[in-house]
């Protein structure tokens, strides 16, 4: 039996390859997930440990010389430095300041056994030279040898030579304002930081005695202890990632057991007379049941071994197109671990055979005289569910509705998601059960064009899919899978900017916020530069002061009235001598309309209180005239800009802002902007992973076409006799592989946008829902589209054959 078996498999290389390729690509997923991550691990690991691992000892606190002095002093301290950290403005090479955001941040780089960062090119810096951060380099175009010049901290432009490209690992601060490289004297000279964040050594001295020096609060680890702490922070990211990917691994593995079960199950029927045979022959119903298993085994070995190397090539592959696309992953060597290799066996081949046993029992229970006589598709044209099934199915949709309205009502956050989650996975199990009952409405639906417009051949192709309800439920769910989760990560990811683009107007109804860089103010003459712009409509500036008030500090300012910005139209009419002051502040105080607030700049008098939002202003606010009377020397903390329409505003407050170094410029259109683009790539991400997941659904429809051309091999050639022609048979065949796709689709995006709705709510309530109808209507279309491309080579396989041989 076993020969028999595997003669068979040598005879039916198609058929094997078919079944095969389905879990080849959910191993490899699986396998490359791995890769993936192992390899960005190493490559963290790597890079901390070329910086903290090669110091012996390093302490951590409010440092300074003094601090520095002494643990130099204590014995067996080899070399010691400390680190300065403070930020600078840059400019670029037009003169203009580099960024919108918070300041380059200046670091000082020690050289030899103390080096913390890596050098892409050049050397390292001395005094009036520089080595900057490679992507600040990239965004600037400066290069080795020119001269970029630097504000400091006492409002000095400073040139500095460029003699190093640095790399400076995934400091997140330097990697959102960028960074520069100094040596210890000048980084002290220009950012005028006095302290160390850091004290680095080598030597060895012990961690008692260092600590013993630095004195109390100070804390002192080894450079392994250091480098684990990194590495242990930014591996919990990359275990979010392996955790998250894994997901969408298991989800490719589950399409895929739902393409091999589908599989198995048309081989099953196609080969009733076989097995017929072999019992006639003497076969045993066990006999016929092992022989079933070993061909699931079979396959699930190829399919798994030729998965572990596809997925290497997905890990390295993805790798390298993420950073492509600008996120710079470190990277070390391609790792495939022997565990990886074991899971990715073991998993792919168990799919396989668990997929593979109800077709296995099916078989065994196949009356040889039966089975010896006409072969009979499975399915029946109108498919009812049975009591068993019925008692499943609504005790599936009870408990999934259930569980969902549960998280649904529960406390927005992260245990309601997951409940939801829950729900929605018992809710889709229940579907699954009831799809063969489904089909036939769904198919009428989805196939309505197609039957009126596409004439005898899309009125075949619809029938075709009625007419295996079972067959035609399990290619259109495996579809489903995907469609539906892509469905819920567009409808999150359409929510999750339409809810940002509505916090970002309501936080800055304005178009530009201009901050003072580090302490200080803004000068009234940059406000007034930017009032002589023609491309501006409006400034506002926003002045504040801090007052005494019951022994704490409070902040009392004043701001021209502006739209949007809270409460400039209540405090346009204050007089001067009277405040404004919100509700909440009122009671914390003890105030009441018509009270005195004493402060040390005056005695004012509250003229009203109101449970106005004031948004970002102080709360407590006074007209113009009245402050500038009381605080004459206060500047500006923030000024609001409103650009005229069709003008470009923003062009026109960066030429002003030449003119004021220590001035930074937040635009509302580049917070959408961004958001806007944040959310764009994870919904690539999550699309990108679930493609693959529709790819295999599509593989499936593929198999199920190619399988049941060979089973209606007479069918067709009888079409053909009866005058349906080459391209009418392919386009019946392109039809029917459309509806299949189309009734997974629909599904699928059914249920993508409930639950997407539902998962909204149960994480916040202050999300807003969109529906990005042309996105779904779009995804339905791939899907179709997609659907029909499938059906392309078992229609051509169909349209080739001889009328007269498969009659035969």
């Not at 002290?188 to 013993?212: M, N, P, Q, R, W």
């Not at 926003?542 to 902040?555: C, F, S």
Request: charged share 15%; aromatic share 4%; glycine share 12%.
């Amino acid at each position: 039996m076993l020969s028999t078996t595997l003669a068979g498999l040598k005879a039916h290389r198609l058929r094997l390859l078919l079944t095969s390729l389905a879990i080849m690509l959910g191993v490899g997923f699986i396998v490359g997930t791995f890769v993936l991550t192992d390899t960005m691990q190493s490559g963290y690991d790597r890079k901390f440990a070329a910086s903290a691992g090669r110091l012996d000892l390093v302490v951590r606190g409010d440092l300074d010389a003094g601090d520095l002095a002494r643990i130099r002093a204590v014995p067996g301290v080899e070399e010691a430095a400390g680190t300065v950290r403070g930020s600078l403005t840059l400019l670029d090479r037009d003169g203009g300041t580099y960024g919108d955001g918070p300041r380059p941040v200046a670091v000082s780089m020690e050289p030899g056994a103390l080096a913390r960062f890596e050098l892409d090119s050049g050397r390292l810096p001395g005094a009036k030279e520089a080595a900057l951060d490679r992507h600040v380099a990239g965004n600037t175009g400066y290069r080795l040898g020119d001269t970029l010049t630097v504000v400091s901290e006492d409002g000095a432009r400073v040139p500095l030579k460029i003699v190093g490209i640095v790399d400076f690992g995934l400091d997140t601060e330097i990697g959102f304002s960028g960074g520069i490289g100094l040596d210890a004297a000048t980084a002290t000279a220009l950012t005028g930081v006095k302290s160390f964040t850091e004290i680095d050594l080598v030597g060895t001295a012990g961690k008692g005695a260092v600590a013993a020096a630095a004195g109390a609060g100070s804390d002192v680890l080894t450079g392994e202890e250091l480098s684990q702490e990194l590495s242990d922070r930014n591996g919990a990211d990359i275990r979010i990632i392996r955790t998250g990917l894994l997901m969408f691994g298991l989800v490719a593995l589950l399409v895929a057991g739902m393409v091999i079960y589908n599989t198995f199950a048309i081989i099953i029927t196609q080969r009733m007379r076989e097995f017929a045979l072999l019992r006639c022959v003497g076969a045993t119903r066990e006999q016929i049941f092992q022989s079933v298993l070993i061909e699931s085994v079979a396959v699930g070995v190829i399919g798994s071994v030729t998965g572990i190397g596809i997925g290497v090539g997905l890990g390295v592959g993805a790798l390298r197109a993420i950073n492509a696309f600008g996120a710079d992953l470190p990277v070390g060597s391609v790792s495939l671990a022997p565990l990886t290799v074991l899971v990715a066996l073991f998993v792919g081949i168990v799919v396989t055979v668990l997929s593979a046993l109800v077709p296995a029992r099916t078989a065994t229970r196949i009356p040889p005289i039966r089975a010896l006589g006409d072969q009979h598709e499975p399915g029946t044209a109108r498919f009812r569910l049975g009591a068993l099934r019925w008692t499943a199915v609504a005790v599936l949709l009870l408990t999934g509705a259930v569980v969902t309205a549960f998280g649904r009502l529960s406390k927005p956050g992260e245990a309601a998601l997951m409940i939801v989650a829950a729900g929605g996975a018992l809710v889709f199990l229940a579907v699954i059960a009831m799809m063969p009952a489904l089909v036939r409405p769904l198919a009428g639906l989805s196939g309505a064009l197609p039957a009126r417009f596409g004439g005898v051949p899309g009125r075949l192709a619809v029938d075709n899919a009625r007419r295996t309800p079972r067959r035609t439920a399990t290619s259109a769910v495996a579809l489903s899978v995907g469609i539906g989760l892509m469905s819920m990560f567009v409808v999150v990811a359409a929510s999750g900017k339409a809810t940002s683009t509505s916090a970002v107007d309501k936080a800055i109804p304005v178009d530009f916020v201009l901050y003072p860089r580090g302490e200080g103010s803004i000068p009234h003459a940059a406000a007034e530069e930017l009032r002589a712009q023609p491309e501006i409509a409006e400034v506002s500036e926003l002045r504040t002061a801090p007052v005494k008030l019951g022994g704490d500090e409070w902040a009392i300012g004043t701001v021209t009235p502006q739209d949007g910005l809270g409460a400039p139209d209540v405090i346009a009419d204050l007089a001067p001598g009277t405040v404004f002051v919100d509700a909440e502040t009122a009671g914390e105080l003890r105030l009441t309309a018509g009270g005195k607030l004493k402060t040390g700049s005056g005695t004012f008098t509250v003229a009203k209180i109101s449970d106005i939002d004031t948004g970002d202003l102080p709360p407590i606010l006074m007209g113009g005239a009245g402050f500038d009377r009381a605080f004459p020397k206060a500047g500006a903390s923030t000024v609001y800009v409103n650009g005229r329409d069709g003008a470009d505003a923003k062009a026109a407050v960066r030429r002003v802002l030449r003119n004021h170094d220590g001035v930074t410029m937040n635009s509302t259109a580049d917070l959408r902007t961004q958001m806007e683009e944040s959310y764009d790539t994870m919904l690539l991400t999550f699309a990108s992973l679930l493609g693959l997941a529709v790819l295999i659904a599509l593989f499936g429809i593929v198999n199920t076409l190619t399988l049941s051309v060979i089973e209606r091999t007479r069918e067709s050639a009888l079409l053909r006799a009866l005058g349906l022609t080459r391209n009418q048979l392919r386009r019946m065949l392109l039809t029917e592989a459309l509806v299949m796709a189309v009734i997974g689709a629909l599904v699928g995006v059914t249920l993508g946008v409930f639950y997407g709705w539902v998962a909204l709510s149960a994480l916040s309530e202050a999300m807003v829902f969109a529906l990005p109808v042309a996105q779904l209507l779009g995804l339905l279309a791939l899907a179709a589209a997609a659907g029909a491309l499938a059906g392309v080579l078992p229609a051509r396989r169909a349209a080739r054959a001889s009328i007269v041989g498969a009659i035969a």
